[in-house]
């Protein structure tokens, strides 16, 4: 991951993970990602980032996924 790319600042975006330099928040790129959008096509809709912001969101989530988490059940 290149964590240089990520960032995460109380006045930023209230806290939320930015791709750094940027107002452009990591759930932004992933939700395009998610919506069948590809890498080209979030690099057009946001100019300012390159293929390496978008790979680092990725990772970044991988990263984030990887922790531990219990299930509960739902009533």
């Known amino acids: 991951?290149?964590?240089e790319l990520i960032e995460a600042k109380p006045?930023?975006?209230n806290?939320?993970?930015v791709l750094k330099g940027t107002r452009i928040t990591?759930?932004?790129v992933l939700?395009?990602?998610a919506a069948g959008d590809s890498i080209e096509d979030v690099?057009?809709?946001y100019p300012s980032l390159t293929k390496e912001h978008v790979l680092?969101?990725?990772q970044f989530a991988a990263r984030l996924t990887g922790h531990g988490y219990t299930s509960l059940?739902?009533?």
Do not use: D, F, I, T
Request: aromatic share 0%.
């Open 1 to 3: 991951m290149q964590p």
């Open 26 to 28: 990591v759930q932004s």
């Open 15 to 17: 806290g939320k993970p």
């Open 11 to 13: 006045e930023v975006c």
């Open 73 to 75: 059940p739902l009533a």
């Open 56 to 58: 680092a969101s990725l």
């Open 31 to 33: 939700e395009l990602l």
């Open 43 to 45: 690099l057009r809709a």
